[in-house]
């Protein structure tokens, strides 16, 4: 399948990334979209990683586009914008994962003899498809409509800008936005995974356990191949479950980062570093700050640095701390594929074993702790803030000691169910 449209990300001079939505057909950004993205989010310092969502989002509309044959431009000069049905049916698309839409762009489903529309082929779709449900999350698709109301809005006043007030189109096509916008706000999916019911969990005791068995570079049930990745990979599940840092963060560390002396490694912030060769740049999203490492955690990441990753190849070329089997740095893809190989070779592990689930085990084990350690709610929130890199006035703390109190409780309640006594007939 040949993808149309492609998000590319370039690195400038200066270190900065800037990402572009490409036509393939003709290897140049779309104008408009380029436009949007450098006036509302580039020149607002918003992050580069912000900016390929966004560009994702827009992705969606411009395929929407091509399935409907609507032309945004002719719309806007006509004094339209969009019916309620394609709205509708634009919201219908953001449910859907990017590669199913792509799919369904290039197999060309829309018949224009026949006037076939989008809902149609959705439908022709879900009747054929093995697997009629696979959608992405809620708030996923909440993004994605967010975005793209975002650009038609921009699109739309840019237009009326460029008109007279007295303009023939001007009356229609703000009537149109009128219409279009909040349709598009009420058609936001609500996010499903903030409520307690079915927020996600940490790894239980049993898989942890079983999880540095598998990772021990000498044990036989290690998935990984190679000496350098079976070190450097078990490092970094126990950088993981130790510190409880995110992807970006574990990336971006640097040699100089980690102090050996003090058993200290300095999270830091790092927009668009010039000596970063990755394309897409691993970034910390949370504050600065200082983690200790263990005895045990500094003397492993010390034989890595000396006794492993010294020995290979390019490794010397750059600071960074984890490196590919090439010598460049780790990146996120490669990250990835780490733990997908976990999964695949250790079939008992739960489906669950990646990053940001250790993040949440990380996360369990430190609300155990402070109850061992005797403290108040209060000073755990400021302890997990700090640790995590929120700020202090966060309310994300507060959301893993809810959890953490709701497990408690459904404990205690087991136990005074257990002790309950069915009374003897005295009669």
Request: glycine share 4%; proline share 4%; with cysteine.
């Amino acid at each position: 399948m040949s993808v149309r449209y492609a998000v590319k990300n370039v690195v400038f001079e200066s270190g900065e990334r800037f990402a572009f939505l490409v036509d393939r057909r003709t290897g140049l950004p779309e104008f408009d979209v380029t436009v949007f993205t450098l006036v509302e989010f580039r020149q607002r310092d918003r992050a580069s990683a912000t900016i390929e969502q966004v560009l994702r989002s827009i992705k969606v509309f411009v395929l929407f586009c091509d399935l409907q044959e609507i032309v945004l431009e002719e719309r806007l000069r006509d004094g339209r914008l969009l019916e309620m049905g394609e709205v509708d049916a634009l919201a219908q698309l953001c449910r859907l994962p990017l590669d199913l839409i792509e799919s369904r762009a290039e197999e060309g489903l829309v018949d224009s003899s026949a006037s076939r529309k989008l809902i149609a082929s959705l439908e022709t779709y879900r009747a054929r498809s093995k697997a009629p449900n696979r959608e992405v999350a809620g708030d996923s698709a909440g993004v994605r409509v967010r975005y793209i109301r975002q650009y038609l809005k921009w699109r739309v006043d840019r237009h009326l800008l460029s008109l007279s007030t007295r303009h023939p189109t001007h009356a229609a096509l703000s009537l149109a936005k009128d219409v279009v916008i909040p349709a598009l706000d009420a058609r936001v999916a609500a996010a499903k995974g903030r409520n307690s019911a079915n927020a996600r969990t940490g790894l239980s005791e049993e898989a942890q356990t079983r999880l540095w068995e598998v990772i021990e570079p000498d044990s036989q049930q290690n998935p990984w191949t190679g000496r350098h990745t079976k070190v450097r990979n078990a490092l970094i599940v126990r950088w993981f479950m130790g510190l409880g840092v995110r992807r970006g963060e574990l990336l971006g560390v640097k040699l100089s980062d980690v102090d050996l002396r003090k058993n200290e490694v300095f999270i830091a912030r790092r927009p668009d570093d010039k000596v970063d060769p990755r394309a897409h740049q691993p970034n910390t999203k949370t504050h600065d700050r200082q983690l200790v490492l263990s005895d045990d955690l500094a003397r492993r990441t010390q034989a890595y640095i000396i006794e492993v990753r010294r020995e290979i190849a390019g490794a010397r070329k750059h600071p960074f701390l984890f490196v590919a089997n090439g010598g460049q740095p780790l990146s996120l893809r490669g990250l990835n594929k780490i733990f997908s190989v976990l999964r695949q070779r250790c079939p008992d592990l739960p489906e669950e074993v990646f990053p940001h689930a250790i993040r949440h085990t990380w996360n369990d084990n430190f609300s155990k702790t402070m109850d061992e350690q005797g403290e108040t709610s209060e000073h755990e929130k400021k302890m997990r803030s700090r640790l995590m890199g929120w700020n202090p006035s966060s309310e994300t703390a507060d959301t893993y000691n809810k959890r953490h109190i709701e497990r408690k409780s459904k404990k205690a309640s087991i136990e005074l169910q257990q002790k309950m006594v069915i009374p003897s007939d005295e009669s």
